[in-house]
């Protein structure tokens, strides 16, 4: 432990965290995160959700060390790894894993599934073939796919068990933290349901931790422990999933909401509160970064949303907003009743 306040449950620990990338010479870095603060705790599924654009990946890909980091932290069990890079990111493989959204960025389609999600016990010396070959087949059995199937190829499998080969890649070596990037947004709804629920399952079996990213709040919703809400880099709320997602603070979370697909009993309802969002009000954008960034598409916005950054502040125990009109949000939002349980989300 580098410091001695951290708990001891506290797998990942991000702080102050800042990305930004290159546009091109004389144009300025476009800041992906700005100043995130992120806890994950054993066992526990914390979700950064926003729209395409916001800066999840940045983050994921910051935790995995594919991104540099223009500052801030990212303790893996109290061990600094942001910026960890070669040697010491290959050995952090055996902690910390990840599944994208495409199942071909981790099984190579010119490879035997065995061939793929027995690859990082590569780095694990002192396994014989025998031994490499009962854990492939006890992941296998694990993420629901028949070991007498791996010595075929990826394209012998539906979209939904290539995920699943995906997710027993990332657990051979039972690591301490996944991240999931969007990991089941290109499966159908039923199909993903069910690979919600293995993940589940597994992290009750193992006690892994994930960060789990995705634009939809519905998909989160049920596997979260906790949920971050981030619109351009910035964290807009967080809390318990079932408040953030029933309660939104912030109206950001709640057009949000708003934008996920619903019966049709409720979808006048939604592409009202999502018209709304979608008008731009140009006299509040931000000016030179100071503002809120959500300020120009909030139906609540007046002069002091953008006269300085809202900070995220903790207005209840547990949960964070960074609105500086939070009473009035939180009263719209209940007068408006945008909460997944009321919009009946059919998805997850
Ligand atoms: N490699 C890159 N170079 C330049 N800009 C990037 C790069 N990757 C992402 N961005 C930009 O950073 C912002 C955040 O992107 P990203 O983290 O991928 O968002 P999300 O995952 O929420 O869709 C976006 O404006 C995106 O265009
Ligand atoms: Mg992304």
Redesign the pocket.
């Known amino acids: 432990m580098t410091e001695t306040t951290e708990a001891a449950s506290e797998v990942l620990t991000i702080r102050n965290l800042s990305?930004s990338?290159?546009?091109g010479l004389g144009r300025p870095r476009?800041r992906?995160?700005h100043d995130v603060d992120i806890t994950v705790g054993r066992g526990e599924t914390v979700s950064?959700v926003?729209?395409?654009?916001?800066?999840?990946?940045?983050?994921?890909?910051a935790i995995l060390g594919l991104?540099p980091v223009d500052s801030g932290s990212i303790r893996l069990y109290g061990e600094e790894i942001a910026g960890v890079t070669g040697k010491g990111r290959r050995a952090l493989s055996a902690r910390l894993q990840a599944v994208f959204q495409d199942p071909f960025s981790s099984l190579d389609p010119a490879r035997t599934v065995r061939d793929s999600v027995a690859e990082p016990l590569r780095a694990e010396t002192g396994l014989t073939p025998a031994q490499v070959r009962e854990r492939v087949d006890e992941v296998l059995r694990r993420v629901g796919v028949d070991p007498a199937l791996a010595s075929r190829y990826p394209s012998a499998f539906s979209g939904g068990q290539r995920q699943r080969l995906s997710i027993a890649r990332a657990l051979v070596r039972r690591p301490q933290l996944v991240v999931c990037?969007?990991a089941v947004s290109a499966l159908d709804v039923s199909v993903q349901a069910q690979v919600l629920n293995l993940l589940d399952e597994l992290q009750t079996e193992a006690g892994t931790s994930y960060v789990f990213?995705s634009?939809n709040m519905a998909v989160v919703r049920h596997i979260s422990d906790r949920i971050v809400v981030?619109y351009?880099?910035r964290i807009m709320e967080e809390g318990p999933a079932e408040d953030v997602a029933d309660r939104p603070a912030h109206p950001y979370t709640r057009s949000l909401l708003a934008a996920v697909p619903v019966p049709e009993v409720n979808a006048q309802r939604a592409r009202r509160l999502a018209r709304t969002a979608a008008t731009v009000r140009t006299e509040f954008a931000p000016v030179g970064g100071v503002g809120c960034p959500f300020a120009p598409r909030c139906p609540l916005a007046e002069a002091r949303c953008v006269e300085s950054t809202p900070p995220l502040v903790e207005f209840a125990p547990g949960r964070k907003s960074a609105c500086v009109r939070i009473e009035d949000s939180l009263a719209a939002g209940h007068e408006e009743g945008v909460a997944l349980t009321t919009l009946k989300v059919a998805a997850s």
Request: glycine share 22%.
């Open positions: 990305v990338y290159s546009q476009l992906a995160v950064i926003g729209e395409s654009g916001s800066g999840k990946s940045t983050i994921g890909g991104t990037d969007e990213i634009h981030l351009h880099g």
